[in-house]
């Protein structure tokens, strides 16, 4: 079973910057890794993936040009740099192994970690 722990949230004014970082503990195979976002009463929404293959990444269109995913050489961490960051993007933050299926990327692990809190003013 791989453990996530997400860390780096915070409370950044509109325009600012955060970066997110996942650290992995466990064999995540062949598998990607990505960030999704949540905010209360709604589903986990897709934000960002990197293959760990090819290294190819890929982006929900709401970030696409403000966030950068990338990992360390290990793949023991994983990062989600955030810029120009808009209220609309307040959120609790998740990591999760993924896969590609029918052009979406999908959360593999059903036991998730705490989250990291993103809180964006305006």
């Known amino acids: 079973q791989v453990q996530l722990a997400e860390s780096g949230g915070g409370l950044v004014q509109a325009g600012g910057s955060l970066r997110l970082s996942c650290a992995v503990t466990?064999?995540?195979?062949?598998?990607?890794m990505g960030w999704f976002r949540q905010t209360p009463g709604n589903e986990r929404e897709f934000v960002a993936a990197i293959s760990r293959r090819t290294g190819m990444l890929f982006y929900a269109q709401s970030v696409k040009g403000r966030f950068t995913i990338s990992r360390d050489s290990a793949g023991n961490t994983v990062y989600l740099q955030m810029n120009s960051l808009k209220p609309e993007d307040t959120a609790v933050y998740y990591c999760n192994i993924v896969a590609y299926s029918g052009s979406h990327w999908y959360p593999q692990q059903d036991s998730w970690g705490q989250g990291t809190q993103v809180t964006v003013s305006s």
């Open positions: 466990g064999r995540t195979g062949t598998n990607g």
